[in-house]
């Protein structure tokens, strides 16, 4: 499909478990963070967002953490289904800019 | 519905050669933007849009050029096909502001040989 990660890192849970996927941003002065999922053969999908004025947003299922003091992001995603297979990652930006640095992701696989 | 569409969806071609990918959105959305994802990158932004005539180039933009002659298309072009250019691009759009989402069309998967 129109993907990559052959060589991704891939996190496997048990279906009904959750999930915590990591991501270590780069630029101190980012202030944006977006998390995205993608899908074996389609482009990237928008999951959850959040600003440096935060530390913790809620969606349905899913939650990010922000981490500024260490510059990390993470991803729980709550009684993981089959249909959260896909690769995650990460972007940060710099508010006002179109400047976009994207991660390169963590394969989550979901056993039955 | 709205939708964010690229051509073709897989592409062969041969090095020197001029190739062009499109890009087609309905959602009427400002601002468009070519990436391309690589093993071992995040996607990296090659060239973007914020309207009809406006151009700029991504981090990655040489070998690359646009145009916007409205507010759908946003074609890319590779002037001279290189290998190193073989790659899977993705085409995206949003409304206005920077942080408006952006929503990413399939894809397209380019070898050139």
């Known amino acids: 499909g129109e993907s990559v990660g052959l060589h991704l890192p891939t996190l496997s849970v048990q279906e009904g478990d959750n999930s915590i996927i990591n991501c270590a941003y780069s630029n101190s002065a980012s202030d944006y963070f977006i998390w995205y999922k993608q899908e074996s053969g389609k482009g990237p999908q928008f999951i959850i967002d959040i600003r440096s004025n935060m530390d913790k947003r809620q969606g349905q299922r899913v939650t990010v953490l922000l981490n500024k003091t260490v510059k990390h992001l993470s991803l729980q995603i709550a009684a993981t289904q089959p249909g959260d297979s896909a690769v995650y990652f990460c972007?940060?930006?710099?508010?006002?800019?179109?400047?976009?640095?994207f991660g390169t992701g963590t394969r989550l696989k979901v056993l039955a | 519905d709205a939708e964010i569409t690229q051509s073709p969806r897989h592409k062969i071609t041969e090095t020197g050669r001029q190739v062009t990918l499109a890009c087609h959105q309905t959602?009427?959305?400002?601002?468009m933007f070519w990436y391309r994802q690589d093993l071992g990158h995040g996607l990296r932004l090659i060239h973007y849009?914020?309207?009809?005539?406006?151009?700029n180039k991504g981090e990655v933009s040489d070998g690359y050029s646009v145009s916007r002659s409205n507010t759908e298309d946003l074609p890319l072009t590779l002037e001279s096909a290189a290998s190193s250019q073989t790659s899977v691009y993705f085409c995206?759009?949003?409304?206005?502001?920077?942080?408006?989402?952006?929503?990413f069309g399939p894809g397209t998967r380019l070898t050139v040989l």
């Open positions: 995206a759009s949003s409304d206005r502001d920077s942080t408006d989402t952006q929503y």
């Open positions: 972007a940060e930006n710099i508010l006002g800019t179109y400047k976009y640095i």
């Open positions: 849009s914020y309207g009809v005539q406006d151009t």
């Open positions: 959602w009427n959305h400002n601002n």
